[in-house]
C-alpha cells in the first residue's frame, strides 16, 4: 500500500466529502458525516459559511465568463453540486472549456459522472501541490491552451496547503504559465475571522488533521493578498466572501457581519 492509500485508509474522512455535507449533498459517507458533525458542534455556522464561499464562487465564475475568460482550470473542485462551475460558465459563454481537478478520486469519479456528454469539461485526479503534472496533464492540455487567457480557481482550497513555501510556490508556478489576460480566484479561511480567534480553532483543526488526509489552516488578509504577486487585484480586493461583488439571490447569512464568514475572497488579473 502507498503511503498516500494507507493514510485514506487510516483517515477515511475527506475535506471533499465533509464540504459536500455541510452544502447538504449526498456525496458523502458515515465517516464524512461523522466528522462534519463533529465540527457543526462546535461551530454551528460551517454550512452557512460553506454557502457563502460556494455563493462567492459562482459570482466570481459569473464575472469571468462575463469578461470574456472561456477556459477555467478549477483547483480543489470538490463534488458536483448546485451552480457547478461548468454550469456558470456555458450559461454565458456555451463553449467555455473547464478541467476539474481534485486529490480526491471520488470528487473526481462523481465529477466524471455527471459530465457524461459535455466534451468542453474533464475531470483530473491530481495533487495541486505538484502544478507541473497538472500544467502537464494530457486531458488538461487537450482543453486548455495556456497561450490564451485562463482563469485559475483556488477556492477553499489553498488552506489545506498548510505550509507557506509550497502553497506560494505553487500558486506562484501555476501562475507563471498563464497568459496575460488570464485571472488567479483564490478564497481561503481567514485568521482574522472570528473562527480563527474561537477557542475551538485548534480543535476544529484537528478533526481535519486527524480525520482526513488534508490537514488545514489559515491566512491574514495579507497573507492572501501576497497570492496575487504579478497580478492586479479586481475591486474590491481581497474581501469578506459575502462582499466580493454581492448580487441578488445570495444567501443572507452574515450580512450584519461579514467577518463571520470567515472567508478572504479575490480576483486578479494577471499583468
Ligand atoms: C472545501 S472544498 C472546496 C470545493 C470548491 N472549490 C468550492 O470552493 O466550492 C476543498 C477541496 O479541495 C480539495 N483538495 C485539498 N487539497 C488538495 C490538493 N492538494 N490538490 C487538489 N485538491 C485538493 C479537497 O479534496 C476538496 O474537494
Not at 455541510?22 to 461523522?34: C, P, S
Not at 452557512?48 to 469571468?64: P, S
Not at 483556488?154 to 507557506?164: E, G, I, M, N, R
Amino acid at each position: 500500500m502507498t503511503d498516500e492509500a494507507s493514510d485514506r485508509s487510516r483517515k477515511p474522512a475527506t475535506a471533499a466529502r465533509m464540504y459536500d455535507y455541510y452544502l447538504g449533498g449526498v456525496h458523502n459517507f458515515a465517516a464524512d458525516r461523522e466528522a462534519a458533525e463533529k465540527i457543526i458542534a462546535m461551530q454551528p455556522t460551517f454550512p452557512a459559511i460553506a454557502r457563502a464561499n460556494r455563493a462567492f464562487l459562482g459570482r466570481a465564475v459569473r464575472f469571468l465568463a462575463e469578461s470574456g475568460v472561456r477556459q477555467f482550470l478549477d483547483l480543489g473542485s470538490g463534488m458536483p453540486t448546485v451552480g457547478n462551475v461548468h454550469e456558470i460558465a456555458q450559461d454565458v459563454t456555451p463553449d467555455a472549456r473547464v478541467v476539474y481537478v481534485d486529490i480526491d478520486p471520488v470528487a473526481v469519479s462523481e465529477s466524471t459522472d455527471i459530465l457524461a456528454g459535455n466534451r468542453h469539461v474533464v475531470a483530473v485526479n491530481a495533487d495541486m501541490r505538484n502544478p507541473k503534472s497538472i500544467l502537464d496533464h494530457p486531458q488538461v492540455r487537450d482543453l486548455i491552451d495556456f497561450s490564451r487567457p485562463t482563469a485559475v480557481l483556488l477556492a477553499a482550497v489553498l488552506h489545506f496547503v498548510p505550509d507557506d513555501d509550497q502553497a506560494y510556490g505553487l500558486v506562484d508556478e501555476l501562475r507563471s504559465a498563464l497568459a496575460p489576460g488570464s485571472y488567479l480566484l483564490i478564497s481561503h479561511a481567514s485568521t482574522e475571522g472570528f473562527l480563527a480567534s474561537s477557542e475551538n480553532v485548534e480543535a476544529i483543526k484537528s478533526v481535519y488533521s486527524q480525520q482526513t488526509a488534508t490537514p488545514g489552516g489559515t491566512r491574514s488578509q495579507a497573507g492572501v493578498e501576497r497570492f496575487f504577486a504579478g497580478t492586479e487585484l479586481v475591486e474590491p480586493g481581497v474581501t469578506w466572501s459575502t462582499t466580493w461583488r454581492p448580487a441578488d439571490g445570495d444567501p443572507s447569512d452574515f450580512a450584519d457581519d461579514p467577518r463571520l464568514s470567515c472567508i478572504w475572497a479575490a480576483v486578479g488579473k494577471v499583468v
